[in-house]
């Protein structure tokens, strides 16, 4: 990855930025007058709109945090490193938690999700990325769905006009505990890594302690290659398919919201929530956010049908009050949840699971509409607030897209891994770096040498300004342990990496010694480049053959950069 100055580049071109937000023109629904809370929970941001941030309750909790680590036995000189400091850290960010979800004890979770949709994360850290913003909100939230205390009618009925004082406080200490976890967060992700540190300031910012600076150098390579990424992989090891012939009844209504999209700037996601609701639709094919798992029948499961079914009923919820045109909006829009009758809900999931082609005419596991309504309030999808059902859209679509299990044996395993692979090469094919002609052939070929005995697969192949790209694609699944960092997972997908990279890197040397073990000709003056892709961007060591860059990619990519790369050309 080319880097001046320490900055990555855009991935995409303004044209491409400007034709995401035409889309995003033709999608959203004009925003709604704002209503009460959201005028009174502007006010404790409003230096942080300045470009101060300031929480009045974050001193108590830096003091609490501060004692809480000297308990634990890490103090501010202490040097952080290798498995004993990874677990140490997790001790803090484990009470920390705990503090968390004693804060969140004092509001329903209703009553929750009436304040936190109508934040706009982008005020907490003024400074910071979308995503970054969004994250530190996103741990600061973390606990409110598990509040045990229940939700009230009453909260149903006021909550566009009226919020107790008391929510300030109860917010603002919830977002100082969640500054402070997502530091010791990120901290422990770093010690994961491999890097020394300490906890510096009452913050408990990372600082790093090596005098070496190898590890960070490779932490930045990650950072950066995240940001250049967009931050997108899936841990699951698969990837949606781009070029589809999937069957029309498989489509589906899911939600995204505007805020923390990082194609579009700060200011424009600015001008454009002056007009429009952050909130808005997308037409999706269920079909193609995991493929093997449609085509091997493994992986689907009983949260995949009970998200579809929510999104479903959601949208039938509107079409049938009309509320599916553009220029209706509502507080579906503008901040990601609706409300409907619980016993017209109930009645929906009575019916079934939605799509039952694809995901069955009866409950998976043999569950019940009481067991599905269990899970979906577990998952903070469907809250009930007395005869009504509060439904999560944004909630439910996330659900969704990560409701698949992976098959980790046996055919449907292969099928997983091949999915895979055919993905690559869909994705490379829509890009300037399509192969043409002969040079298809090489795509799957079996590569011999002159002995007749295999050395490689093919599974992709990409061809750009005369080199000829061959590709091994690993559909590595990285499981939610390295999602959150576990100190064994990070160093299991680094070793994964590099094994990968080093293997390529030798059939690779023996395929440019005889390259008409490729059976085609190649183009004159044609060269050849390896490249390993999996479906995320893995972390690995600066020094490794894994990171080493071939053109402007790392030898071990993700799919998501190799697309970036292409489509610039």
Sequence with gaps: MRVQDGQYPHPFGQDAVDAFEDLLGGTLRPR????????????????????????????????????????????????????????????????????????????????????????????????????????????????????????????????????????LTDLDELCSVGMLLFNVYNARRRVAKGQSLRLGGPRLIPEVADTDDTVERAIRLYDGRLNFA??????????????????????????????????????????????????????????????????????????????????????????DRGATWKSVPGEWSQYGYLRCPRDWFIARLEDGPALPELLGSSWRAGATVRGVVTLLAREQVVLPVGR???????????????????????????????????????????????PTGALRSVIGKKVKDENGNVITDIDAVAFHAGTLWLISAKAFQAGPDYTVGAYDAVRRIARKAVAASEQWNGYLERIRRRPSALGVDLPDGCTLEGLVVMPFVPYVPVDSSAAQPVGDLCHVSSIHELIAVALRA
């Design 230 to 319: 967009g931050g997108r992989g899936n841990y699951l090891g698969s990837f949606p398919s781009l070029v589809t012939n999937r069957r029309e009844s498989a489509n589906i209504i899911t939600w995204a919201d505007l805020r923390g999209q990082d194609l579009v700037s700060r200011d424009d996601v600015a001008r454009l929530l002056l007009k429009y609701g952050p909130v808005f639709p997308l037409g999706t094919n269920i079909e193609d956010l995991a493929p093997a798992a449609f085509s091997s029948g493994v992986g689907l499961t009983l949260e995949t049908q009970a998200a579809a079914t929510v999104l479903s009923a959601a949208w039938t919820y509107l079409a």
């Design 388 to 434: 009504y059902v509060v439904v999560d859209l944004t909630g439910a679509t996330s659900l969704l897209m990560h409701s698949f299990e992976r098959a980790r044996e046996g055919a449907a395993a292969n099928e997983w891994g091949s999915s895979f692979e055919a993905a690559v090469q869909e994705a490379i094919d829509t890009t300037p770096w399509k």
């Design 32 to 167: 709604l007058r704002r209503d009460f809370p959201a005028w009174i929970l502007k006010a404790p941001f409003v230096e942080a709109n300045r470009g101060v941030y300031t929480l009045r309750f974050m001193p108590k909790w830096q003091e609490w945090a501060a004692a809480e680590a000297q308990r634990i036995g890490i103090d501010a000189s202490d040097v952080l490193a290798g498995e004993a400091g990874w677990n140490q850290l997790t001790l803090l960010y484990d009470a920390l938690r705990v503090q968390l979800r004693q804060i969140a004890d004092r509001r329903s979770a209703f009553s929750w999700r009436v304040i936190t949709r109508r934040i706009n994360p982008a005020d907490l850290l003024p400074a910071a990325r979308s995503s970054i913003s969004a994250a530190v909100l996103s741990f600061a939230l973390s606990e409110v769905g598990a509040s045990h205390r229940p939700s009230r009618p009453a909260e149903l009925i006021t909550s566009r006009w009226w919020l107790a004082p008391q929510a």
